[in-house]
Protein backbone atom coordinates (compact mmCIF):
# COMPACT_ATOMS: atom_id res chain seq x y z
CA UNK A 1 0.00 0.00 0.00
CA UNK A 2 2.76 2.07 0.96
CA UNK A 3 5.07 1.75 -2.19
CA UNK A 4 5.80 4.68 -4.07
CA UNK A 5 6.52 2.72 -7.38
CA UNK A 6 3.39 0.82 -7.79
CA UNK A 7 1.07 1.20 -11.04
CA UNK A 8 -2.05 3.49 -10.75
CA UNK A 9 -5.57 2.82 -11.09
CA UNK A 10 -5.91 5.44 -13.60
CA UNK A 11 -8.68 6.81 -11.85
CA UNK A 12 -6.78 9.93 -11.33
CA UNK A 13 -7.17 11.09 -14.96
CA UNK A 14 -7.90 8.50 -17.27
CA UNK A 15 -4.11 7.87 -18.63
CA UNK A 16 -2.39 4.62 -19.17
CA UNK A 17 0.30 4.15 -16.58
CA UNK A 18 -0.43 7.45 -15.18
CA UNK A 19 2.37 9.06 -17.03
CA UNK A 20 1.55 13.14 -17.33
CA UNK A 21 5.32 13.97 -17.32
CA UNK A 22 5.14 15.18 -20.90
CA UNK A 23 1.45 16.67 -20.72
CA UNK A 24 3.22 18.38 -17.26
CA UNK A 25 5.64 19.72 -19.17
CA UNK A 26 4.31 20.71 -22.94
CA UNK A 27 1.54 22.56 -20.19
CA UNK A 28 4.52 24.65 -18.80
CA UNK A 29 5.72 25.34 -22.22
CA UNK A 30 2.52 27.52 -22.91
CA UNK A 31 0.76 24.37 -24.59
CA UNK A 32 -2.94 25.23 -24.58
CA UNK A 33 -4.36 21.67 -25.46
CA UNK A 34 -1.78 20.06 -22.43
CA UNK A 35 -3.07 22.81 -19.90
CA UNK A 36 -6.61 21.62 -21.07
CA UNK A 37 -5.83 17.99 -20.59
CA UNK A 38 -4.50 18.55 -17.57
CA UNK A 39 -6.80 20.57 -15.76
CA UNK A 40 -9.13 18.14 -16.71
CA UNK A 41 -7.47 15.27 -15.39
CA UNK A 42 -7.08 16.62 -12.12
CA UNK A 43 -10.03 18.10 -11.02
CA UNK A 44 -11.79 15.50 -9.81
CA UNK A 45 -9.15 14.48 -7.49
CA UNK A 46 -9.06 18.03 -6.11
CA UNK A 47 -12.94 17.46 -5.70
CA UNK A 48 -12.77 14.71 -4.19
CA UNK A 49 -10.03 15.76 -1.55
CA UNK A 50 -11.79 19.08 -0.77
CA UNK A 51 -15.18 17.78 -0.54
CA UNK A 52 -14.37 14.94 1.87
CA UNK A 53 -12.17 17.25 3.57
CA UNK A 54 -14.91 19.54 3.91
CA UNK A 55 -17.75 17.33 4.38
CA UNK A 56 -19.48 18.73 1.07
CA UNK A 57 -19.82 22.18 2.81
CA UNK A 58 -20.89 24.98 0.21
CA UNK A 59 -17.34 25.95 0.31
CA UNK A 60 -16.02 23.38 -1.63
CA UNK A 61 -16.78 24.78 -4.85
CA UNK A 62 -14.46 27.64 -3.99
CA UNK A 63 -11.86 25.95 -2.34
CA UNK A 64 -11.70 23.89 -5.57
CA UNK A 65 -11.73 27.11 -7.51
CA UNK A 66 -8.83 28.39 -5.64
CA UNK A 67 -7.02 25.39 -5.66
CA UNK A 68 -7.12 24.89 -9.35
CA UNK A 69 -6.22 28.51 -9.78
CA UNK A 70 -3.00 28.84 -7.87
CA UNK A 71 -1.86 25.02 -9.25
CA UNK A 72 -2.26 26.97 -13.01
CA UNK A 73 -0.55 30.26 -12.28
CA UNK A 74 2.83 28.77 -10.21
CA UNK A 75 2.40 25.84 -12.75
CA UNK A 76 5.77 27.14 -14.49
CA UNK A 77 7.65 27.03 -11.30
CA UNK A 78 6.97 23.30 -10.57
CA UNK A 79 10.83 21.97 -11.41
CA UNK A 80 10.28 18.13 -11.39
CA UNK A 81 7.22 17.05 -13.47
CA UNK A 82 7.01 13.62 -11.22
CA UNK A 83 6.00 15.43 -8.21
CA UNK A 84 3.01 17.28 -9.58
CA UNK A 85 0.39 14.86 -7.66
CA UNK A 86 1.79 15.50 -4.65
CA UNK A 87 2.57 19.02 -5.21
CA UNK A 88 -0.70 19.81 -6.16
CA UNK A 89 -2.74 17.79 -3.48
CA UNK A 90 -0.70 20.08 -0.90
CA UNK A 91 -2.08 23.32 -2.81
CA UNK A 92 -5.04 21.76 -1.94
CA UNK A 93 -4.57 21.11 1.80
CA UNK A 94 -2.84 24.32 2.21
CA UNK A 95 -6.55 25.74 0.72
CA UNK A 96 -8.22 23.59 3.01
CA UNK A 97 -6.46 24.89 6.15
CA UNK A 98 -6.48 28.55 4.86
CA UNK A 99 -10.29 28.59 4.65
CA UNK A 100 -10.55 27.00 7.93
CA UNK A 101 -8.32 30.31 9.58
CA UNK A 102 -9.63 32.51 7.47
CA UNK A 103 -13.15 31.49 8.85
CA UNK A 104 -13.23 33.67 12.71
CA UNK A 105 -15.74 31.79 14.61
CA UNK A 106 -18.23 34.25 14.81
CA UNK A 107 -18.33 34.01 10.72
CA UNK A 108 -18.49 30.45 10.68
CA UNK A 109 -21.52 28.88 9.32
CA UNK A 110 -23.05 26.68 11.11
CA UNK A 111 -22.62 22.99 9.48
CA UNK A 112 -25.34 21.20 11.26
CA UNK A 113 -27.49 23.66 9.26
CA UNK A 114 -29.52 21.30 5.63
CA UNK A 115 -29.19 24.31 4.40
CA UNK A 116 -25.38 25.27 5.08
CA UNK A 117 -23.94 21.96 4.11
CA UNK A 118 -24.71 18.72 1.49
CA UNK A 119 -23.25 16.18 3.07
CA UNK A 120 -20.07 14.42 1.00
CA UNK A 121 -21.39 11.23 2.22
CA UNK A 122 -24.63 11.45 1.21
CA UNK A 123 -23.42 12.71 -2.29
CA UNK A 124 -21.08 9.93 -2.56
CA UNK A 125 -23.66 7.33 -1.33
CA UNK A 126 -26.35 9.12 -4.31
CA UNK A 127 -23.19 9.19 -6.94
CA UNK A 128 -21.76 5.71 -6.69
CA UNK A 129 -24.98 3.87 -5.38
CA UNK A 130 -23.04 2.19 -2.33
CA UNK A 131 -24.97 -0.10 -0.07
CA UNK A 132 -24.02 -2.12 2.71
CA UNK A 133 -20.69 -1.81 4.41
CA UNK A 134 -19.06 0.77 2.30
CA UNK A 135 -22.26 2.57 2.69
CA UNK A 136 -21.60 2.71 6.36
CA UNK A 137 -18.38 3.86 5.41
CA UNK A 138 -19.39 6.95 3.65
CA UNK A 139 -21.70 7.88 6.17
CA UNK A 140 -19.75 7.55 9.45
CA UNK A 141 -17.40 10.54 7.83
CA UNK A 142 -19.78 13.04 8.71
CA UNK A 143 -19.11 12.23 12.82
CA UNK A 144 -15.64 12.15 12.46
CA UNK A 145 -13.60 15.99 13.42
CA UNK A 146 -12.45 18.41 10.59
CA UNK A 147 -9.21 17.68 11.01
CA UNK A 148 -9.47 13.68 10.67
CA UNK A 149 -11.72 14.02 7.63
CA UNK A 150 -8.93 16.24 6.08
CA UNK A 151 -6.71 13.15 6.51
CA UNK A 152 -9.53 10.31 5.58
CA UNK A 153 -9.95 12.71 2.41
CA UNK A 154 -6.27 11.73 1.75
CA UNK A 155 -5.68 8.21 3.16
CA UNK A 156 -9.23 7.53 1.22
CA UNK A 157 -7.42 8.18 -1.65
CA UNK A 158 -4.52 6.17 -0.84
CA UNK A 159 -6.31 2.93 -0.28
CA UNK A 160 -7.92 3.69 -3.53
CA UNK A 161 -4.66 3.74 -5.46
CA UNK A 162 -4.70 7.69 -5.76
CA UNK A 163 -2.03 9.01 -3.95
CA UNK A 164 1.39 7.33 -1.97
CA UNK A 165 1.72 7.01 1.63
CA UNK A 166 5.07 9.79 0.67
CA UNK A 167 2.12 12.04 -1.02
CA UNK A 168 -0.23 11.91 1.70
CA UNK A 169 2.96 12.85 4.54
CA UNK A 170 4.00 15.47 2.09
CA UNK A 171 -0.02 16.98 1.41
CA UNK A 172 0.20 17.05 5.61
CA UNK A 173 3.49 18.54 6.28
CA UNK A 174 4.74 15.29 8.16
CA UNK A 175 7.30 12.92 7.90
CA UNK A 176 5.63 9.17 6.77
CA UNK A 177 6.14 8.16 10.07
CA UNK A 178 4.33 10.26 12.14
CA UNK A 179 1.94 9.78 8.92
CA UNK A 180 1.47 6.42 9.67
CA UNK A 181 0.34 7.44 13.68
CA UNK A 182 -2.39 9.82 12.46
CA UNK A 183 -3.88 7.29 9.87
CA UNK A 184 -3.89 4.39 12.64
CA UNK A 185 -5.54 6.87 15.07
CA UNK A 186 -7.87 8.73 12.02
CA UNK A 187 -8.90 4.64 11.67
CA UNK A 188 -10.15 4.47 14.96
CA UNK A 189 -12.21 7.03 14.87
CA UNK A 190 -13.99 6.04 12.26
CA UNK A 191 -14.81 2.68 13.56
CA UNK A 192 -16.39 4.34 16.36
CA UNK A 193 -18.27 6.55 14.11
CA UNK A 194 -19.42 3.02 12.21
CA UNK A 195 -20.64 1.81 15.28
CA UNK A 196 -22.67 4.75 15.88
CA UNK A 197 -23.82 4.33 11.99
CA UNK A 198 -24.67 0.66 12.88
CA UNK A 199 -26.84 1.73 15.98
CA UNK A 200 -28.80 4.52 14.59
CA UNK A 201 -29.83 2.00 12.08
CA UNK A 202 -31.29 -0.44 14.79
CA UNK A 203 -33.75 -1.10 17.73
CA UNK A 204 -32.57 -0.27 20.93
CA UNK A 205 -35.11 1.14 23.16
CA UNK A 206 -32.40 2.92 25.40
CA UNK A 207 -30.98 4.64 22.36
CA UNK A 208 -34.29 5.76 21.13
CA UNK A 209 -34.85 7.30 24.16
CA UNK A 210 -30.86 8.43 24.53
CA UNK A 211 -31.73 10.11 20.58
CA UNK A 212 -35.12 11.71 21.89
CA UNK A 213 -33.72 14.95 21.49
CA UNK A 214 -30.80 14.49 18.89
CA UNK A 215 -31.08 17.37 16.33
CA UNK A 216 -30.50 14.41 13.88
CA UNK A 217 -27.23 16.29 12.85
CA UNK A 218 -23.56 14.60 13.43
CA UNK A 219 -21.44 16.51 15.77
CA UNK A 220 -18.44 15.71 18.00
CA UNK A 221 -20.91 16.16 21.26
CA UNK A 222 -23.58 13.67 20.05
CA UNK A 223 -20.30 11.06 18.80
CA UNK A 224 -18.77 11.03 22.30
CA UNK A 225 -22.82 10.55 23.90
CA UNK A 226 -24.06 7.82 21.18
CA UNK A 227 -20.60 5.85 21.58
CA UNK A 228 -20.82 5.67 25.51
CA UNK A 229 -23.64 4.36 25.26
CA UNK A 230 -22.49 1.87 22.41
CA UNK A 231 -19.75 0.50 24.79
CA UNK A 232 -22.18 -0.01 27.80
CA UNK A 233 -24.58 -1.62 25.43
CA UNK A 234 -25.40 -5.40 24.44
CA UNK A 235 -27.50 -4.88 22.01
CA UNK A 236 -25.89 -2.00 19.99
CA UNK A 237 -22.28 -3.73 20.35
CA UNK A 238 -24.10 -6.70 18.57
CA UNK A 239 -22.56 -6.30 15.06
CA UNK A 240 -24.80 -9.40 14.00
CA UNK A 241 -22.16 -9.43 10.68
CA UNK A 242 -18.47 -9.69 10.53
CA UNK A 243 -17.17 -6.11 10.26
CA UNK A 244 -14.91 -5.50 6.92
CA UNK A 245 -12.07 -3.17 7.43
CA UNK A 246 -12.51 0.28 6.56
CA UNK A 247 -9.34 0.01 3.96
CA UNK A 248 -11.04 -2.81 2.48
CA UNK A 249 -14.19 -1.24 1.40
CA UNK A 250 -12.56 2.16 0.68
CA UNK A 251 -10.54 0.39 -2.38
CA UNK A 252 -14.05 -0.20 -3.99
CA UNK A 253 -15.32 3.23 -3.44
CA UNK A 254 -14.36 5.27 -6.39
CA UNK A 255 -13.94 8.79 -6.88
CA UNK A 256 -17.40 10.92 -6.91
CA UNK A 257 -18.03 12.71 -10.53
CA UNK A 258 -17.61 16.14 -10.61
CA UNK A 259 -21.16 17.33 -10.23
CA UNK A 260 -22.72 18.32 -14.08
CA UNK A 261 -23.50 21.92 -12.26
CA UNK A 262 -20.27 22.70 -11.52
CA UNK A 263 -17.97 25.14 -13.15
CA UNK A 264 -14.70 26.00 -12.81
CA UNK A 265 -13.20 29.52 -13.96
CA UNK A 266 -9.73 30.09 -14.39
CA UNK A 267 -9.97 33.67 -15.31
CA UNK A 268 -6.17 34.49 -16.79
CA UNK A 269 -6.79 38.35 -17.47
CA UNK A 270 -5.12 40.86 -15.52
CA UNK A 271 -2.31 40.26 -12.82
CA UNK A 272 -3.01 36.61 -13.34
CA UNK A 273 -2.11 36.61 -17.38
CA UNK A 274 0.74 38.88 -16.07
CA UNK A 275 2.33 35.89 -13.47
CA UNK A 276 1.41 33.16 -16.47
CA UNK A 277 4.00 35.07 -18.87
CA UNK A 278 6.47 35.52 -15.78
CA UNK A 279 6.88 32.01 -15.50
CA UNK A 280 6.69 31.00 -19.05
CA UNK A 281 3.65 31.12 -20.45
CA UNK A 282 4.08 32.38 -24.54
CA UNK A 283 2.56 35.75 -24.98
CA UNK A 284 1.12 33.94 -27.72
CA UNK A 285 -1.18 31.28 -25.69
CA UNK A 286 -1.23 34.50 -23.25
CA UNK A 287 -3.29 36.05 -26.00
CA UNK A 288 -5.50 33.25 -26.67
CA UNK A 289 -6.93 32.94 -23.46
CA UNK A 290 -8.10 36.50 -23.70
CA UNK A 291 -9.82 36.57 -26.78
CA UNK A 292 -13.12 36.05 -26.84
CA UNK A 293 -12.44 32.54 -28.72
CA UNK A 294 -13.91 29.14 -27.62
CA UNK A 295 -11.73 25.92 -28.07
CA UNK A 296 -13.87 22.61 -27.44
CA UNK A 297 -11.63 19.50 -25.67
CA UNK A 298 -13.91 15.98 -24.70
CA UNK A 299 -14.89 17.44 -20.78
CA UNK A 300 -13.63 20.77 -20.59
CA UNK A 301 -14.37 23.80 -22.83
CA UNK A 302 -12.00 27.19 -22.78
CA UNK A 303 -14.11 29.71 -23.25
CA UNK A 304 -13.97 33.87 -23.57
CA UNK A 305 -12.09 35.36 -21.01
CA UNK A 306 -9.23 32.51 -20.57
CA UNK A 307 -12.25 30.91 -17.86
CA UNK A 308 -11.80 26.97 -18.31
CA UNK A 309 -15.87 25.57 -17.96
CA UNK A 310 -15.38 21.78 -17.21
CA UNK A 311 -18.40 20.77 -17.97
CA UNK A 312 -20.34 17.10 -17.77
CA UNK A 313 -22.86 16.10 -20.63
CA UNK A 314 -25.84 14.49 -19.28
CA UNK A 315 -26.35 10.83 -19.58
CA UNK A 316 -30.15 11.11 -20.41
CA UNK A 317 -31.72 13.93 -22.26
CA UNK A 318 -33.24 16.57 -19.99
CA UNK A 319 -36.67 15.21 -17.97
CA UNK A 320 -39.73 16.81 -19.07
CA UNK A 321 -41.06 19.44 -17.14
CA UNK A 322 -44.22 18.68 -16.11
CA UNK A 323 -46.25 21.36 -14.93
CA UNK A 324 -49.95 20.78 -12.78
CA UNK A 325 -53.56 22.13 -14.06
CA UNK A 326 -54.44 25.33 -12.34
CA UNK A 327 -57.38 25.22 -9.47
CA UNK A 328 -59.73 26.09 -12.02
CA UNK A 329 -58.92 22.98 -14.55
CA UNK A 330 -57.63 20.45 -12.05
CA UNK A 331 -60.17 17.78 -11.68
CA UNK A 332 -61.36 16.39 -8.31
CA UNK A 333 -58.63 14.30 -7.30
CA UNK A 334 -60.73 10.89 -7.15
CA UNK A 335 -61.53 9.20 -3.88
CA UNK A 336 -60.40 5.86 -3.76
CA UNK A 337 -64.14 4.39 -4.04
CA UNK A 338 -64.12 6.43 -7.72
CA UNK A 339 -60.57 4.88 -8.40
CA UNK A 340 -61.79 1.39 -8.65
CA UNK A 341 -65.23 2.52 -10.12
CA UNK A 342 -66.02 3.12 -13.86
CA UNK A 343 -66.62 6.29 -15.29
CA UNK A 344 -70.14 7.51 -16.05
CA UNK A 345 -70.75 7.86 -20.01
CA UNK A 346 -70.80 11.47 -21.10
CA UNK A 347 -74.06 13.23 -22.10
CA UNK A 348 -75.26 12.97 -25.79
CA UNK A 349 -75.16 16.80 -25.70
CA UNK A 350 -71.45 16.85 -23.93
CA UNK A 351 -68.86 16.94 -26.55
CA UNK A 352 -65.94 14.75 -24.46
CA UNK A 353 -62.32 16.21 -24.30
CA UNK A 354 -60.15 13.20 -23.08
CA UNK A 355 -56.73 14.70 -22.06
CA UNK A 356 -54.26 11.98 -21.85
CA UNK A 357 -53.25 11.12 -18.22
CA UNK A 358 -50.49 13.19 -16.77
CA UNK A 359 -47.78 11.14 -14.75
CA UNK A 360 -47.45 12.83 -10.90
CA UNK A 361 -51.00 14.73 -11.57
CA UNK A 362 -52.66 12.72 -9.40
CA UNK A 363 -51.53 12.97 -5.35
CA UNK A 364 -53.19 11.10 -2.95
CA UNK A 365 -55.81 12.79 -1.20
CA UNK A 366 -57.70 13.38 2.26
CA UNK A 367 -60.42 10.73 1.82
CA UNK A 368 -63.00 8.68 4.43
CA UNK A 369 -62.38 5.65 5.11
CA UNK A 370 -64.84 3.22 2.71
CA UNK A 371 -67.13 0.60 4.63
CA UNK A 372 -65.46 -1.77 6.60
CA UNK A 373 -67.15 -4.42 5.65
CA UNK A 374 -66.66 -3.68 2.11
CA UNK A 375 -64.38 -5.89 -0.11
CA UNK A 376 -61.60 -4.89 -1.99
CA UNK A 377 -61.54 -3.95 -5.79
CA UNK A 378 -59.21 -6.09 -8.35
CA UNK A 379 -55.19 -5.23 -8.32
CA UNK A 380 -54.23 -4.35 -11.76
CA UNK A 381 -51.34 -6.83 -12.89
CA UNK A 382 -47.87 -4.78 -12.99
CA UNK A 383 -44.27 -6.30 -14.60
CA UNK A 384 -42.86 -7.04 -10.93
CA UNK A 385 -39.19 -8.74 -11.31
CA UNK A 386 -38.49 -7.33 -8.19
CA UNK A 387 -37.14 -4.82 -6.03
CA UNK A 388 -33.70 -4.37 -4.27
CA UNK A 389 -33.75 -2.91 -1.07
CA UNK A 390 -30.30 -1.52 0.73
CA UNK A 391 -31.75 -2.71 3.80
CA UNK A 392 -32.55 -5.95 2.57
CA UNK A 393 -35.89 -7.87 2.85
CA UNK A 394 -36.56 -6.03 6.19
CA UNK A 395 -35.86 -2.35 6.66
CA UNK A 396 -36.46 -0.90 9.99
CA UNK A 397 -36.55 2.44 10.15
CA UNK A 398 -37.06 4.22 13.75
CA UNK A 399 -34.93 7.40 14.05
CA UNK A 400 -34.88 10.83 12.10
CA UNK A 401 -32.58 10.31 9.20
CA UNK A 402 -32.77 6.63 8.58
CA UNK A 403 -33.87 5.87 5.20
CA UNK A 404 -33.39 2.96 2.72
CA UNK A 405 -32.35 3.12 -1.40
CA UNK A 406 -35.06 1.01 -3.51
CA UNK A 407 -33.97 -0.24 -7.04
CA UNK A 408 -36.29 -2.02 -9.85
CA UNK A 409 -39.62 -2.94 -10.52
CA UNK A 410 -42.40 -4.61 -8.26
CA UNK A 411 -44.26 -4.05 -4.93
CA UNK A 412 -43.03 -2.45 -2.06
CA UNK A 413 -44.73 -2.32 1.80
CA UNK A 414 -44.07 0.52 3.76
CA UNK A 415 -45.28 -0.57 7.68
CA UNK A 416 -46.39 2.00 9.97
CA UNK A 417 -45.07 2.22 13.46
CA UNK A 418 -46.51 5.19 15.72
CA UNK A 419 -45.69 5.82 19.21
CA UNK A 420 -47.45 8.82 20.74
CA UNK A 421 -46.83 7.48 24.24
CA UNK A 422 -43.10 8.11 23.53
CA UNK A 423 -43.28 11.67 21.53
CA UNK A 424 -46.89 13.28 20.65
CA UNK A 425 -47.63 16.56 18.24
CA UNK A 426 -47.25 17.09 14.89
CA UNK A 427 -46.26 13.85 12.34
CA UNK A 428 -43.49 15.21 9.99
CA UNK A 429 -44.32 12.86 6.82
CA UNK A 430 -41.46 10.45 5.73
CA UNK A 431 -39.71 11.56 1.69
CA UNK A 432 -39.66 9.99 -1.36
CA UNK A 433 -36.65 11.53 -2.79
CA UNK A 434 -34.41 11.41 -5.48
CA UNK A 435 -37.22 9.30 -7.27
CA UNK A 436 -36.06 8.08 -11.45
CA UNK A 437 -38.72 6.55 -12.70
CA UNK A 438 -42.62 5.97 -11.63
CA UNK A 439 -43.62 5.38 -7.89
CA UNK A 440 -47.23 4.73 -7.40
CA UNK A 441 -49.78 4.01 -4.44
CA UNK A 442 -51.06 1.12 -5.57
CA UNK A 443 -53.08 -0.44 -2.00
CA UNK A 444 -53.68 -0.06 1.40
CA UNK A 445 -54.21 -2.94 3.85
CA UNK A 446 -53.12 -3.99 7.19
CA UNK A 447 -56.54 -4.43 8.55
CA UNK A 448 -57.06 -1.07 9.77
CA UNK A 449 -56.56 2.74 9.38
CA UNK A 450 -54.32 4.26 11.89
CA UNK A 451 -57.45 6.28 12.85
CA UNK A 452 -59.78 3.39 12.90
CA UNK A 453 -61.02 3.07 17.06
CA UNK A 454 -59.32 -0.18 18.67
CA UNK A 455 -61.13 -2.30 21.19
CA UNK A 456 -59.10 -2.76 24.47
CA UNK A 457 -56.25 -0.62 23.03
CA UNK A 458 -53.70 -1.04 25.74
CA UNK A 459 -51.08 1.49 27.32
CA UNK A 460 -53.76 4.53 26.66
CA UNK A 461 -54.05 4.04 22.73
CA UNK A 462 -57.70 5.34 21.44
CA UNK A 463 -56.43 4.52 17.75
CA UNK A 464 -53.22 3.90 16.10
CA UNK A 465 -52.74 7.62 16.30
CA UNK A 466 -53.02 7.77 20.23
CA UNK A 467 -55.30 8.52 22.99
CA UNK A 468 -56.24 11.21 24.81
CA UNK A 469 -54.62 10.22 28.28
CA UNK A 470 -51.02 9.75 25.77
CA UNK A 471 -51.77 12.58 22.90
CA UNK A 472 -52.42 12.01 19.63
CA UNK A 473 -49.87 12.07 16.24
CA UNK A 474 -51.11 14.39 14.55
CA UNK A 475 -50.77 14.75 10.45
CA UNK A 476 -50.29 17.79 8.13
CA UNK A 477 -53.06 19.79 6.94
CA UNK A 478 -54.17 17.82 3.73
CA UNK A 479 -52.30 14.21 4.25
CA UNK A 480 -53.78 11.29 3.04
CA UNK A 481 -54.64 9.32 6.31
CA UNK A 482 -51.90 6.41 6.25
CA UNK A 483 -52.97 2.51 7.19
CA UNK A 484 -51.31 0.19 8.95
CA UNK A 485 -50.12 -1.20 5.76
CA UNK A 486 -49.07 1.01 2.54
CA UNK A 487 -48.19 -0.50 -0.25
CA UNK A 488 -46.40 1.64 -3.23
CA UNK A 489 -45.04 0.29 -7.53
CA UNK A 490 -41.87 0.96 -7.99
CA UNK A 491 -40.26 0.90 -11.66
CA UNK A 492 -36.82 2.72 -11.22
CA UNK A 493 -35.26 3.85 -7.79
CA UNK A 494 -35.71 6.29 -5.13
CA UNK A 495 -35.10 6.65 -1.35
CA UNK A 496 -37.58 7.07 1.43
CA UNK A 497 -36.29 8.75 4.54
CA UNK A 498 -37.81 9.06 8.09
CA UNK A 499 -38.21 12.82 8.52
CA UNK A 500 -39.38 12.42 12.54
CA UNK A 501 -38.98 15.39 14.81
CA UNK A 502 -42.00 15.95 16.34
CA UNK A 503 -44.52 13.08 16.61
CA UNK A 504 -42.42 9.54 17.41
CA UNK A 505 -43.00 6.95 14.56
CA UNK A 506 -41.05 3.90 12.55
CA UNK A 507 -41.66 2.33 9.30
CA UNK A 508 -40.32 -0.90 8.37
CA UNK A 509 -39.76 -1.11 4.59
CA UNK A 510 -40.42 -4.89 3.36
CA UNK A 511 -40.34 -5.39 -0.50
CA UNK A 512 -43.35 -7.14 -1.74
CA UNK A 513 -45.58 -9.23 -4.46
CA UNK A 514 -48.68 -8.87 -5.88
CA UNK A 515 -49.92 -12.18 -4.58
CA UNK A 516 -48.79 -10.75 -0.72
CA UNK A 517 -51.12 -7.43 -1.07
CA UNK A 518 -54.12 -9.21 -2.59
CA UNK A 519 -53.91 -11.88 0.54
CA UNK A 520 -53.40 -8.60 3.10
CA UNK A 521 -56.07 -6.79 1.20
CA UNK A 522 -58.55 -9.47 1.41
CA UNK A 523 -58.19 -10.21 5.57
CA UNK A 524 -61.04 -8.64 6.72
CA UNK A 525 -63.75 -8.37 9.51
CA UNK A 526 -64.59 -12.07 8.84
CA UNK A 527 -61.08 -12.94 9.86
CA UNK A 528 -60.67 -10.09 12.97
CA UNK A 529 -59.65 -7.55 11.37
CA UNK A 530 -61.48 -4.02 11.66
CA UNK A 531 -61.97 -3.56 7.68
CA UNK A 532 -61.08 -4.92 4.41
CA UNK A 533 -57.89 -3.06 2.29
CA UNK A 534 -58.19 -0.93 -0.58
CA UNK A 535 -57.27 -0.87 -4.02
CA UNK A 536 -56.07 2.40 -5.42
CA UNK A 537 -54.42 1.12 -8.22
CA UNK A 538 -56.11 1.95 -11.52
CA UNK A 539 -53.27 0.09 -13.77
CA UNK A 540 -52.65 3.46 -15.39
CA UNK A 541 -50.46 6.58 -14.66
CA UNK A 542 -53.49 8.03 -13.09
CA UNK A 543 -52.90 6.06 -10.20
CA UNK A 544 -51.80 8.42 -7.01
CA UNK A 545 -48.24 9.08 -6.53
CA UNK A 546 -47.22 9.67 -2.77
CA UNK A 547 -47.84 12.80 -1.60
CA UNK A 548 -44.19 13.38 -0.49
CA UNK A 549 -42.31 12.18 -3.38
CA UNK A 550 -39.88 14.39 -5.54
CA UNK A 551 -36.80 13.57 -8.44
CA UNK A 552 -34.73 15.73 -6.84
CA UNK A 553 -32.46 14.95 -3.76
CA UNK A 554 -32.77 17.60 -1.13
CA UNK A 555 -30.05 17.69 1.89
CA UNK A 556 -32.94 17.50 4.45
CA UNK A 557 -35.99 15.32 3.10
CA UNK A 558 -38.11 16.55 5.27
CA UNK A 559 -38.80 19.81 2.76
CA UNK A 560 -40.40 17.79 0.33
CA UNK A 561 -43.35 19.53 -0.66
CA UNK A 562 -46.07 17.89 0.21
CA UNK A 563 -47.79 18.01 -3.24
CA UNK A 564 -46.19 15.86 -5.48
CA UNK A 565 -44.83 16.93 -9.09
CA UNK A 566 -43.26 14.16 -11.14
Known amino acids: MEADGRARSGGTAGRAGGDWSAVIAAAQAGDRRALDELVQGWLPLVYNIVGRALNGHADVDDVVQETMLRAVGNLGALRDPDSFRSWLVAIAMRQ ?314 GYVLVRWQISPKSRPGGLVMPGWTGLEGKLFHVASAGGRRMDDAMAGAPNGYATGMGGPTIGYAVLPDGTQQMWQNEYFYLDGSVTLTVNERGADYGLIVFPSTREDIEKDLAYGPPQGAIRYGIVRDTGADDTPVPQYATRTTPVDPATVPQRSAL
Open 96 to 409: IRDRARRRAPSQRLDENDPHDSADFAELTVLRLQLAGQRKEVAEAVPWLDPEDRQLLSLWWLEVSGELTRRELATAVGISRQHAAVRVQRVKERLEVSRGIVRALAGACPDLRDLTARWHGRPDSVWRKRLARHIRGCAYCGDTREPVVPAERLLVGIALVPVPAAFTLSLALGGKTAAAATGVGWSAKVVGALTKPAVAMTAGATLVAGGAYVVVQPPDDPPKRTVVLPTADTTPATPTPTALNSPSPSPSPSATPTKKPAVYGSVVDAVDTAPDPNTPPGSLPRRPAPGVTSSGGAKAVMQHRGDHVDLTGQ
